[in-house]
Every structure is written in C-alpha cells, then in structure tokens.
C-alpha cells in the first residue's frame, strides 16, 4: 500500500507559475489516489484562485483544496496547510517550482528506506525570462562562488545535510518537534530542520530527487531577496547560535571590512591599498566566474551578469545581515 500524500503549497499572486506546478503534480508517478494536494493562499490579488479552479475543472479526478491564509506569511501558510491535510506523509513545495515526475515517489521511498527524518533534492535553477540578467541571476543562484556549500543547489552525491529545499517528513515528526516557526518570516525550512538534527534526526539530501527552481527575474527583486534572507537568518541565529555556517558568515564580514575600508581610506594612504586590493581581487575573481559561466552556456552577456548577480547577492544578503543585527525582531 502506497502512503497517502499530502503536498502543502504556500502561494501568493503565482497566477503564471501556479498551473506549471499543478501539471506538474498531476503527471506524478505516484499515484492519484493517494495524494491530495492543499494550496494556501495569502489573499492573492492577480487571479491565482481561478487560475487554480480553471486547471481543476480539467482535472476533476485531481484532489486539490485552497484554504486561506491571513497571516499572509510562509510559515503560517504551511502550517494552515499541515492542519487542513490528511496524509501520512507530507511533501512541502513551492508555487513557482515544478517537480520531477518521479519527485513524490522518490522522496516517499528514501523516507520508508529511513535515510532521513526529512528527505529532499536538487534544485534545477532555471531563469523566471529570457532575458539577459534573469539568465544570468539562474546562473549566479547555481554558482559556488555566490552560494557556497548550499548542497542542494549544486550537488551530484547524496549526503546528510544541514537543511534541504521544501522537503518531505512524516506527519508524526510533527509530534516530536513541533510545527512552522511562524515568527521568522524567511529561514522558516533551515529553523525546521535546525529542531529536526537536534532532536537527533538526519536531513536526506538526494540528487535523484529534483525540482526545477525559477529565480528572480530581475536585480531589484535579486536584492530584495537576500536582503530578506539575511536579516531573518541573523533573527534566526540569535536562537540557534551554533548552526553559523561559513558560507553565511562571509558576505556580512565583507560588507563590514568594507565599510570600514571606505571609511578610513580617505585618511590613510595604506588603508586606501587594502581598499583598492580588495576590490580588485573581487571583481576578478567575479569576472573569471562569469567567463566560466559564458563558455560553459555559451552566451557572452554572462561575463558581466553573472559578476553582476553575485555582487548583489552578497552584498544584499550581508547588508540585510548586519541590518538585522541592529533592528532584530522581538
């Protein structure tokens, strides 16, 4: 007997992206039977709900249900969802995201194996256009130079690891260490498998279970995003100290060395040489990132997008860090 399934997804104005998941679901190796699937909406403005009855109505033998979420945050919207579903083992994903076919039933196979209290995949970073800066945004998102050690970004090997993309659990976990943290409006899925790897369980992470990820689209909403990663991730360090990772540490410690590198350099020549030094070695280091990307994609216009991405990438995310430092929430 397949486990029934339950796939809980947070949406918020995902009129163009909400069909792509649905189809995407509905051609599912697993079967229909046993999966419901429980979209809650933030009170989306841009014809998301109809999107989602107009699929539906082609789809009737599709069990899918949209409940409300007022509190109009990801973490409150998961939670909605949890309550209002009913399988035994619960698949978190996103509505700009299109699984693989074989996404629930792999992902439901490593959890009955026991590889991991929470089990995910890959992301397969595509641009959200087809233009220049959104192609080289999904090139940046995927580069180890903007990202790190974010396994689930770039990874070939399956491993244990320290927080996997959307993920899927069994229901009981939930008794154990409770639900959504619904104070941190970002790094809710990090703070969640932070109680899991405490509580003694393993994150799973499978190459063989993917996703395709559409990133922004654009610079301003790249910045608006990290910006918001970081400062929630300070929020959520401030409870869990020791899960500090050293791909997380480095863009805030670069932002602050130079603001104070620009601050002093006016006054002392040396100072002035660091500032000049550092700046140079980053941008080459940059820019051979982007020639790397333009001769492995073939597109000239990544030499100066991809470098262009990361800088906002690291620069918004320690930016936001260190802002979070001075404003943290209650």
Same mark, same amino acid.
């Given at each position: 007997m397949n486990p029934n399934v339950s796939i809980i997804v947070p949406c918020f104005n995902e009129r163009t992206t909400i069909p792509l998941l649905l189809e995407a679901l509905y051609n599912q190796t697993y079967p229909h039977s046993a999966v419901?699937?429980? =979209?809650?909406?933030?009170?989306?403005? #841009?014809?998301?709900?109809?999107? =989602?009855?107009? *699929?539906?109505?082609?789809?009737? #033998? @599709?069990?899918?249900?949209? /409940?409300?979420?007022?509190?109009?945050?990801?973490p409150a919207a998961l939670n909605a969802a949890i309550k209002a579903s009913t399988g035994e083992i619960i698949v978190r994903l996103d509505a700009h995201s299109e699984p693989r076919q074989d996404y629930v039933e792999r992902s439901v196979k490593a959890l009955l194996d026991g590889?991991?209290?929470?089990?995910?995949?890959?992301w397969d970073i595509r641009p959200s256009s087809n233009t220049w800066i959104?192609?080289?945004?999904?090139?940046?998102?995927?580069?180890?130079?903007?990202?790190?050690?974010?396994?689930?970004?770039?990874?070939?090997?399956?491993?244990?690891?320290?927080?996997?993309?959307?993920?899927? @659990?069994?229901r009981k976990l939930l008794n154990q260490i409770g639900m959504f943290d619904e104070t941190l409006l970002t790094n809710e899925d990090y703070e969640f498998n932070t109680r899991i790897?405490?509580?003694g369980g393993e994150i799973w992470l499978d190459p063989d279970i993917r996703s395709v990820y559409y990133a922004r689209a654009n610079?301003?909403? !790249?910045?608006?995003?990290? *910006?918001?990663?970081?400062? *929630?991730?300070?929020?959520?360090?401030?409870?869990?100290? #020791?899960?500090i990772r050293w791909r997380?540490?480095?863009?805030?410690l670069f932002v602050t060395v130079l603001i104070i590198l620009i601050l002093l350099a006016p006054?002392?020549?040396?100072?002035? *040489?660091?500032l000049i030094t550092?700046?140079?070695?980053? /941008? !080459?280091? !940059?820019?051979?990132?982007?020639?790397?990307?333009? /001769?492995?994609?073939?597109?000239? @216009? @990544?030499?100066?997008?991809v470098p262009m991405a990361i800088a906002c990438m690291h620069y918004s995310w320690g930016a936001g860090f260190l802002w979070g430092i001075f404003h943290p929430q209650k």
């Open positions: 419901e699937v429980v =979209i809650s909406d933030g009170g989306s403005t #841009d014809g998301t709900q109809a999107a =989602i009855a107009e *699929w539906h109505a082609q789809h009737v #033998d @599709f069990i899918i249900r949209v /409940i409300e979420n007022p509190a109009k945050s990801i590889r991991g209290q929470n089990v995910g995949g890959v959104a192609k080289s945004i999904a090139a940046a998102a995927s580069h180890p130079i903007g990202v790190g050690d974010a396994h689930y970004r770039h990874s070939a090997k399956p491993a244990v690891v320290d927080t996997v993309p959307f993920g899927a @659990f069994e790897r405490q509580a610079l301003k909403a !790249l910045i608006q995003q990290y *910006w918001r990663y970081g400062f *929630w991730k300070w929020q959520m360090l401030r409870r869990y100290p #020791d899960t997380q540490a480095l863009p805030p006054f002392f020549r040396l100072v002035l *040489w660091a550092l700046l140079s070695v980053y /941008i !080459l280091v !940059l820019l051979a990132a982007g020639l790397q990307m333009a /001769i492995k994609k073939k597109g000239f @216009f @990544f030499i100066l997008g």
